[in-house]
């Protein structure tokens, strides 16, 4: 079974994401690079979905199958508004961040994914 913890940690640090966008935004600078947001196993999160922690009836469960795909995507969005942000393309950046965008959608998507994962695990 999923270990429950990890997914509390990944559900509040990726809801995160949206204040560190905002900074981005506002300021032109990010603690990390765009190449690393966009790539969903470097995140801690990423990291635990990939690694030895999940058994092979976690990674062949459903729950696995959509949060790591609804993850990937979630990071690929992040990455483009996070380089509009640095780029200074500020109105840009905030469409993308909409509540109408494609991240809105995914970031809402991941997260009740990964509680209804959390859900099945307890």
Not at 2 to 21: F, G, P, R, T, Y
Not at 41 to 67: E, M
Not at 84 to 113: F, H, I, Q, V
Request: hydrophobic share 45%.
């Amino acid at each position: 079974m999923a270990n429950v913890q990890e997914l509390d940690k990944a559900i509040a640090a990726h809801s995160m994401w949206k204040s560190h966008l905002r900074t981005a935004i506002d300021k032109k600078e990010l603690h990390v690079s765009v190449a690393v947001i966009r790539d969903d196993r470097q995140c801690a999160f990423g990291q635990w979905l990939y690694g030895g922690s999940l058994t092979a009836q976690d990674r062949a469960s459903a729950n696995f199958k959509t949060v790591s795909e609804l993850h990937a995507q979630f990071h690929v969005e992040t990455a483009k508004i996070a380089d509009m942000a640095l780029k200074g393309k500020k109105a840009e950046a905030e469409a993308l961040m909409a509540s109408n965008s494609d991240y809105s959608a995914l970031s809402a998507k991941l997260t009740a994914s990964m509680m209804a994962w959390k859900k099945v695990s307890k």
